[in-house]
């Protein structure tokens, strides 16, 4: 960076549309605040920082994110306390994983300074947008694409970086139920599922689509090339509880890192709570779920830290949790958002104070 990132430049927005906005009815992701963060990569390097009122891109046609889907993005939230101090929750790991997706795209990464200043100054300059009311939260997303043109099937020479906000309620997930999908992988060995890239998105929204029509609300991945191996729970990473074991699958080529889940398993292990990070069969899914020592199944991410399921499908059966008061999943996720909303100590390390 060529600028000095204390001085990002900030044009307000001459209408701000704050007034109109009803913070007690918030839904998730639909509502952007008045400014966005963007800067450009060209001539080898990121340029032209800079905090701007929201609003649509110009774009030409040929513009290579249309039709080689050279994107990444990350999914992070702003906390506001009963102080109006502003948080943020690991944020250098996402990050670390931005830089990760890109390198994977072909992208150039980006500089950690330049995505904390930029995140920094657009939460300051968008502060009265975050939300103060617990469960409420401000999402955001960084994301990075191909900007330069041409039809050629190559990495693009120019990138473009922005971070957009939307001020955001609970996310309501309601009873879930999943079904084991055998047929559709998200993801395979040496691609691109360890990334957060568009297309893997893209991919899965079919396999969801026919999902959905048979009653389902998400999928769960298995491994694609058995179908025998529990990988991940639509876009989040996957938790279940047999016994009193908690347990997940190790990371792979094909599973996103998720900070939820490391933030899980960390917190699993200082509080005591019995966790096994292995590979875990269909088999041994169902076969819990018959034998009645699986208590809990639930998604871990960002958006709604734990989500439960409350049944899953496979091969035309329908299995039921019980519901019950003393889950791992409230507790995780009472301990997880007293932590982001700086309610209480936080012994990891993982808040992150913005002011
Ligand atoms: C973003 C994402 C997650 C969750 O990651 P967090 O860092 O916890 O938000 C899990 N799985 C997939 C496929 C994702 O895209």
Redesign the pocket.
């Known amino acids: 960076m060529e600028v000095s990132l204390k001085q990002i430049p900030v044009t307000k927005t001459k209408r701000s549309r704050l007034a109109e906005v009803d913070f007690d009815n918030l839904s998730f992701g639909n509502v952007f605040t008045d400014h966005m963060f963007i800067c450009e990569y060209r001539d080898g390097k990121w340029q032209d920082a800079r905090v701007i009122p929201y609003g649509p891109l110009s774009l030409d046609p040929a513009t290579k994110v249309f039709h080689y889907g050279q994107e990444a993005f990350e999914?992070m939230k702003a906390y506001k306390d009963l102080q109006g101090k502003i948080w943020l929750f690991r944020p250098l790991?996402?990050q670390k994983?931005l830089n990760k997706s890109a390198v994977r795209l072909a992208m150039p990464e980006l500089p950690e300074a330049l995505f904390m200043e930029g995140l920094k100054t657009l939460l300051e300059t968008d502060r009265d947008w975050i939300p103060q009311k617990s469960n409420s939260s401000l999402y955001i997303r960084p994301f990075i694409f191909a900007s330069g043109t041409g039809f050629h099937a190559s990495p693009s020479d120019r990138y473009t970086f922005i971070i957009a906000c939307a001020p955001s309620g609970a996310y309501f997930s309601g009873k879930v139920s999943v079904r084991i999908e055998e047929t559709y992988s998200?993801a395979a060995n040496g691609g691109v599922g360890y990334a957060?890239a568009g297309g893997?998105y893209a991919g899965s929204f079919y396999p969801m689509q026919l999902a959905a029509q048979a009653g389902f609300q998400q999928v769960i991945w298995t491994d694609d090339h058995s179908h025998e191996f529990i990988e991940?729970a639509g876009?989040?990473?996957i938790f279940m509880r047999i016994g009193d074991t908690l347990l997940t699958c190790p990371t792979s080529d094909r599973i996103?890192d998720?900070?939820?889940?490391k933030s899980i398993v960390q917190l699993a292990e200082a509080e005591g709570i019995p966790l096994e990070v292995r590979r875990i069969r269909v088999s041994e899914l169902v076969g819990a779920a018959e034998d009645g020592s699986l208590k809990e199944l639930f998604g871990?991410?960002?958006?709604a830290v734990v989500s439960p399921i409350s049944s899953f499908g496979y091969r035309g059966k329908l299995y039921t949790l019980p519901e019950r008061e003393d889950s791992y999943a409230t507790r995780i996720k009472k301990r997880i958002t007293d932590i982001q909303y700086n309610r209480c100590a936080d012994p990891y390390g993982w808040r992150y104070e913005v002011g």
């Open positions: 999914g790991e996402n994983r998200r957060k893997n991940e876009a989040m990473n996103l998720g900070i939820t889940r871990a991410g960002t958006a």
